[in-house]
């Protein structure tokens, strides 16, 4: 892996009551009436100097503007992360999809970018995407846009111009990207090589049951509640079909790709949601890696260098070729 400097933790300070531009949206503690306020992805942010960003690609979503970076290992033939791939096959693929309640974050976002940075380290061809965001483009256009975005890379000419392995392509999403990466890796059936299919899912604090019988999974919290709704382009849970269709949490079979699935115990996101998921997922007989983390620390913010490792190990152990 690309040596990696720290960065001061005075470049990464907050004012109090408002975010630090660049900084995705990420949930602490369960605070009733209030959403959660934005923090710092990392106690102390990473740079990776051989890695390569090309930024601002459209991949074909169906509004304008909305576009994916690409983040390529380090090409120096004496780096770990290009040694990665054996006998110079081509490189497996790893979508990142960013978090702020369906409705903000960006993948230039300090802390995303850092993600997609960070898996090319890795060795992977990272492609870290925006999607459209709710309300004014409610549920399923998030899921649409992950879907358009997989099969982008599929294209030959990604194919040939990343030097990537179309069969070898993962996903790895937090909060609210944790839900839409969990989705993505557990809908329909089949082969895990072709169409939107991924072959390996990292899902990080993600809301997996969007009914009212995720209610009970450790109480979401009321202003959650409406966040959800404003995503599924509902009113009330009374008339809103498209809560079980965004529920990755009812798509789980026996086909379904190995899952990495990461929780704090006290954070935003009751854990009774991965629980159920990880639950379902070993009951069907899926793959399944559940690590849980003290604290409240949600979604990327759980990404320490230990933890980091290890997403990156199992990546590499089910992505190999």
């Known amino acids: 892996m690309t040596a990696a ?35 710092p992805a990392y106690p102390v942010l990473q740079t990776y100097p051989g890695v390569v960003v090309i930024e601002n690609l459209d991949y074909g979503s169906a509004a304008g503007g909305i576009l994916l970076d690409v983040c390529l290992p380090d090409s120096d033939p004496a780096s770990a992360a290009t040694t990665l791939s054996p006998q110079n096959l081509p490189r497996a693929a790893v979508v990142s999809v960013h978090g702020g309640s369906w409705r903000q974050g ?71 990207g944790g839900n839409l990466v969990a989705q993505l890796g557990l809908e329909g059936e089949g082969a895990l090589t072709v169409g939107s299919r991924v072959a390996a899912v990292v899902e990080l604090s993600g809301p997996i049951d969007l ?28 008339d809103c079909p498209q809560a079980l269709d965004a529920s990755p949490l009812y798509d789980v079979d026996k086909t379904d790709p190995p899952m990495f699935v990461g929780h704090s115990v006290d954070e935003f996101i009751p854990i009774e949601q991965s629980d159920a998921l990880v639950a379902a997922l070993r009951n069907s007989g899926v793959d ?8 409240a620390l949600h979604s990327i913010a759980m990404l320490d260098e230990d933890t980091r490792l290890r997403i990156g190990g199992w990546l590499r152990v089910k992505l190999a070729a």
């Open 211 to 238: 009914t009212v019988s995720g209610f009970t999974l450790g109480g979401v919290d009321s202003t959650f509640r409406q966040i959800q709704l404003d995503y599924l382009g509902c009113t009330s849970y009374t």
């Open 288 to 295: 399944t890696t559940y690590v849980t983390v003290e604290g």
């Open 5 to 39: 400097r720290p960065l001061a933790l005075a470049a990464i300070v907050l004012l109090a009551g408002g975010a630090a531009t660049g900084f995705a949206w990420i949930g602490l503690a369960n605070t009733a009436g209030r959403e959660p306020g934005p923090q």
């Open 106 to 176: 960006d993948k230039s976002d300090l802390s995303w970018r850092n993600v997609c940075e960070w898996l090319a380290s890795e060795g992977f061809v990272a492609a870290s995407i925006n999607y459209r965001l709710a309300p004014s483009a409610p549920f399923p256009a998030a899921i649409e846009d992950l879907r358009k975005a997989v099969r982008w890379l599929r294209e030959d000419e990604q194919i040939e111009r990343f030097d990537i392995d179309p069969e070898r392509i993962g996903a790895l999403g937090g909060s609210a």
